[in-house]
């Protein structure tokens, strides 16, 4: 169970961007984190990540404080999918996933047969199988975003951390990679927490959602419903 208790995340010591944030994520949950521009989802994702310490609180899996990890272990359990992320892009697709695999390496970097089966299914599970061999600035905006998710899945977390994960793409890619990503939550038991601005395409993908409020209060709807009454909460809280 990932679990977040009296957390206060931000940049500076001295300016709190959201505090007292509680939660607990079951295993098998998609989980919604919703606000506006700006109000700090991309910076509690990082910090869940591992990526941003918090100014206050703890994070932990399973009553293990994710702080005290070793990154390389911290790297086992929770992987994230950030929009923005720099590629080589003379790597290709199949290379770019395999870096997924880094935790699980020596420090040649050597792969066994067990890490190619995983980085071969994670190419699979995003239909990238044709594209496997191309150079990353040789396809589209939305086949670079589903190949960043590839390497999430090949790095074969329990937790899953995405930013904007639909971004880029078309309404049906749209549609197609939402179910993909409940089928990870539901039918491979991972904590999938996503960022997302487009409520109405996710709303029937999850049951519960992370609010932040324009006033910056970060608050919990196990009502997803209805995108009007989120959007009214989030702007009257």
């Known amino acids: 169970m990932l679990k977040a208790a ?20 079951s295993t098998g949950e998609l989980i919604l984190l919703l606000g506006v521009n700006g109000i700090g989802k991309s910076t509690l994702l990082k910090t ?16 293990h404080e994710i702080f005290s990890m070793e990154a390389n ?22 290379e770019f996933v395999r870096l997924g695999r880094y935790p699980y390496t020596n420090w040649l970097g050597s792969l066994s047969a067990d ?3 995983r980085i071969d299914q994670a190419l699979h599970t995003l239909s990238l199988g044709h594209l496997a061999d191309k150079k990353v600035h040789e396809i589209s905006d939305g086949e670079r975003q589903k190949t960043l998710i590839a390497k999430a899945l090949a790095q074969d977390t329990p937790v899953i951390i995405m930013d904007e994960p639909t971004a880029f793409l078309d309404y049906k890619n749209k549609a197609e990679l939402l ?4 089928k990870l939550a539901s039918e491979q038991g991972k904590t999938i927490i996503i960022s997302t601005h ?3 395409s996710s709303l029937p993908y999850s049951a519960r959602a992370f609010l932040i409020t324009e006033a910056g209060h970060f608050i919990e709807s196990a009502d997803v419903q209805s995108e009007g009454a989120l959007k009214q909460v989030m702007e009257t809280q």
């Open 115 to 117: 890490d190619q089966q």
């Open 73 to 94: 272990e911290r790297a086992k359990l929770i992987s994230g999918v950030f929009t923005g992320r720099d590629f080589d892009p003379y790597i290709s697709v199949r």
């Open 179 to 182: 179910h993909t990503i409940q």
């Open 48 to 63: 869940l990540c591992g990526l941003l310490h918090p100014l206050s609180g703890t994070i932990s899996w399973d009553a």
């Open 6 to 25: 009296k957390l206060s995340i931000g940049y500076q010591r001295d300016k709190v961007l959201i505090g007292d944030i509680n939660f607990e994520c």
């Open 198 to 200: 487009d409520i109405s």
